[in-house]
């Protein structure tokens, strides 16, 4: 059973930065494409960036720049890089595994974690 648990969350002051990182079990790693989701109060949960086994990153367009995406292979784990933090980013980011790196934002696709809170003051 593959299990993902994310950590690294808190509270920031806007402009700051974070790193979260996602830790995955029960998975042959090496060939899941890694992906970083976020839900806002009263919003839908949007992706947020992806990283294939391969090691290349792709990213929401509106994020692109500062946000980055990155993988350990070796630690079973993909980390996930905010900074110049706004008050907008504050969501609970989930951490998802999946076997495809098409169709990213879907929903309905691989397994995910509980999320850890980000929450930017400003």
């Known amino acids: 059973q593959v299990q993902l648990v994310e950590s690294g969350g808190g509270l920031v002051r806007a402009g700051g930065s974070l790193t979260l990182s996602c830790e995955i079990s029960?998975?042959?790693?090496?060939?899941?494409?890694m992906g970083w989701y976020r839900q806002a109060p009263g919003k839908k949960r949007e992706w947020v960036a992806s990283?294939?086994?391969?090691?290349?990153?792709s990213y929401a367009p509106s994020l692109e720049g500062r946000f980055l995406i990155s993988r350990d292979d070796a630690k079973n784990m993909a980390n996930l890089q905010l900074n110049a933090l706004k008050p907008e980013d504050t969501a609970i980011y989930y951490c998802n595994a999946r076997r495809t790196a098409s169709w990213p934002e879907r929903l309905d696709i691989g397994s995910w974690g509980q999320g850890t809170q980000v929450t930017v003051s400003s």
């Open positions: 029960g998975s042959i790693f090496s060939f899941d494409v």
């Open positions: 990283i294939t086994p391969d090691g290349v990153p």
